[in-house]
């Protein structure tokens, strides 16, 4: 039964166009006044024009690694066209990639890339031949690794093949998962990012407008009578209650899910990893915000003083959880910011995206959220007893 | 007759809001196979006493039992036996009729087959199966009124309470819904129906309880009632209503 329930509420949801259309256009709203802030902080981009001789595997296979990187656009060239925008000032750098190269990397010979440069190269030529080299040392440093296993096992009985899917499986998983990782952060700052810590904020700022969604549902429903009609069926209190739950906490997620993935997508503000780490966070907050508004809408008598009660509640929440500025760890503003869910789902998910921590190292965010979840719908579902049936 | 004729028993019934006592010592019986006119005027508790009837609102003090069962202490078992048809037009409005009195008999307990094969049937009873799939909120009023009774019949109940199921339709619909009234009871239902218009509670009712001031003033077959001021084939019920009632206005 309390699945009919949500089933019901998210059948509504969806049949209501109006509502549907807004739930999808506000997070992309949200988003876009976040990338309008954020989304050019990112950092250096420059095209590099590369010159490729070899046509090898490695030679390829360099090219597409630098393509890949967010920072770099390769624009390949042939040798005369190189030199032609060399000339005439309207490249400062080339790389070339000298014939034999990949002959050379696999045999373990060194075989260097040739800078082709105005001067200096430019700020901007330094940076990428900075970043070619990195990428060329990495692959030079695979080779090199590739070579001492294949000749370490060349006696053995096992297959070359196997060995080298085995190099390169490790190595792919380097690369994904790097054991050294990067954390950008400004001088005589050691706090997150501020879009590290704005991302989860207004993520959570999103999720509590469901708190508004919790309340309605039930004033709505005693509104157009259904309520007490569902009250002379076989569905009990808790019943009827844990299918509200369900049926907010699910649409609390939909607008979570649309705003989480552009963020990831368009401010590459994480990896995989952290998307389905924030969006378990996620759960637990919609969780927690959908039974306060389950709270709100047993108490309230009409649909404006559910809608009221439920922005004090989030403004509160909101404005002294941390969502626009750093509350501190001392003082009477933490105090008050350690009494709102937003802080403790805050800092769980910046910890997530920043500090590179696990989930499994929120069990105080997560404890928090999950019991306010419990208490809540406890208190719901008892005042909802008393008020509507003076039981 | 025997208790065991006796369907439903409210026996002193009270229910007080912020100190306003909305029922107050209301007893009456309800035959099996009957159908019993609750009337009043506006405030008189007619629908607080629906409530607490139909399991929805707890007594302060009194008790009710249906088919045997208490309404305080055996609420489910009561609830299998009644069907509740409200006094607003309780049902979703983005959603057809068909899928109304499907989600409310799931509610009931009923399976999805049985959900689908009694909203069919229902349907035609009031007269809309050509209309089961489109949105209530294009229905006119007397429709909504006959899928609000028609979803009230999803449990094949044995009790159905009928609060003003005629307000604001017109004749053609009004003599639909007694004509399906009249034949439920004469199934074997039990009903409790609550109205306004006299004549309807004369023709529909075979006994009647006025109410005033949360009291029961009165009980009686409407031809008894008209007896005690007059000539009952003289006598109109709504001359009986002013009389126990008085003239003044109600809110």
Avoid at chain 1, 91 to 97: G, K, L, P
Avoid at chain 1, 159 to 185: H, S
Avoid at chain 2, 133 to 147: L, N, Y
Wanted: overall charge neutral; some cysteine; proline content about 3%.
């Amino acid at each position: 039964m309390p699945l009919h329930i949500a089933l019901l509420e998210l059948k509504l949801y969806v049949l209501d166009r109006g509502e549907l259309a807004l739930s999808i256009a506000l997070p992309i709203a949200l988003f876009a006044l976040m990338y309008g802030a954020f989304g050019g902080e990112s950092s250096f981009s420059a095209t590099a024009d590369i010159v490729d001789l070899d046509g090898g595997a490695h030679a390829r296979a360099l090219i597409q690694r630098l393509d890949s990187l967010d920072e770099i656009t390769v624009r390949e060239r042939a040798p005369q066209d190189a030199n032609a925008a060399l000339e005439r000032s309207a490249i400062t750098m080339a790389v070339v990639i000298p014939d034999g190269f990949s002959q050379s990397l696999d045999s373990g010979a060194p075989q260097p890339l040739l800078f082709r440069q105005r001067g200096s190269g430019g700020d901007t030529g330094q940076i990428v031949a900075g970043i070619v080299r990195a990428v060329a040392q990495r692959m030079s440093g695979e080779a090199q690794l590739r070579g001492t296993v294949l000749d370490a096992t060349s006696g053995s009985n096992i297959e070359r093949a196997d060995v080298e899917r085995a190099i390169a499986e490790t190595l792919e998983r380097v690369r994904q998962n790097p054991p050294i990782r990067v954390v950008e952060r400004a001088v005589h700052d050691e706090r997150p990012s501020a879009l590290d810590r704005l991302v989860p904020g207004l993520l959570v700022m999103f999720l509590m407008f469901s708190i508004t969604l919790g309340a309605q549902t039930l004033v709505e429903e005693r509104r157009i009578g259904t309520l007490e009609r569902l009250m002379t069926t076989r569905l009990t209190v808790t019943k009827l209650f844990i299918g509200k739950f369900l049926s907010a906490a699910l649409r609390a997620m939909f607008q979570a899910v649309i705003l989480l993935t552009l963020a990831f997508a368009a401010l590459r503000i994480g990896g995989l990893v952290d998307y389905a780490e924030l969006l378990a966070l996620s759960v637990c907050v919609a969780a927690a915000v959908s039974a306060i508004g389950l709270v709100i809408g047993a108490l309230a008598r009409t649909r404006d003083q559910a809608v009221w009660a439920a922005v004090v509640f989030t403004m509160f929440m909101t404005v002294f959880g941390g969502t626009f500025f750093d509350v501190g760890a001392d003082g009477p503003l933490a105090t008050l910011a350690r009494l709102t869910i937003t802080r403790y789902a805050i800092e769980s998910m910046s910890a997530v995206l920043s500090a590179g921590e696990s989930l499994a190292q929120q069990g105080v965010g997560i404890l928090a959220l999950g019991g306010v979840a419990a208490v809540a719908l406890t208190i719901a579902r008892a005042l909802f007893r008393v008020t509507e049936t003076g039981r | 007759m025997t208790a065991a004729q006796d369907f439903l028993t409210a026996s002193s019934l009270h229910k007080a809001f912020d100190g306003a006592q909305a029922v107050d010592g209301v007893s009456f019986t309800i035959r099996q196979g009957e159908i019993f006119g609750l009337l009043g005027p506006n405030g008189a508790g007619k629908t607080t006493t629906i409530r607490m009837l139909s399991t929805v609102l707890q007594a302060d003090a009194g008790d009710v039992t249906i088919g045997g069962f208490s309404v305080g202490r055996q609420g489910d078992e009561v609830r299998r036996l009644i069907g509740v048809c409200p006094q607003e037009l309780a049902l979703y409005p983005e959603l057809s009729a068909s899928d109304n009195m499907i989600f409310f008999g799931r509610m009931a307990g009923l399976s999805g087959r049985e959900a689908k094969a009694a909203a069919r049937q229902n349907l035609e009873t009031v007269g809309l199966a050509d209309r089961a799939k489109d949105k209530v909120d294009k229905f006119s009023g007397g429709m909504k009124r006959r899928v609000n009774i028609a979803i009230a019949l999803m449990n094949r109940p044995r009790m159905l309470f009928l609060d003003e199921p005629t307000v604001g339709i017109d004749p053609q619909s009004r003599n639909h819904i007694f004509e399906t009234v009249e034949s439920l009871r004469d199934g074997g239902m039990t009903v409790l129906y609550t109205t306004h218009y006299m004549e309807e509670a004369d023709r529909l009712c075979d006994r009647i309880g006025i109410m005033d001031h949360g009291r029961l003033i009165s009980l009686g077959a409407p031809r008894e009632l008209k007896a005690r001021i007059g000539d009952p084939d003289q006598v109109t019920l709504e001359s009986v209503f002013l009389d126990l009632t008085g003239r003044s206005l109600r809110d």
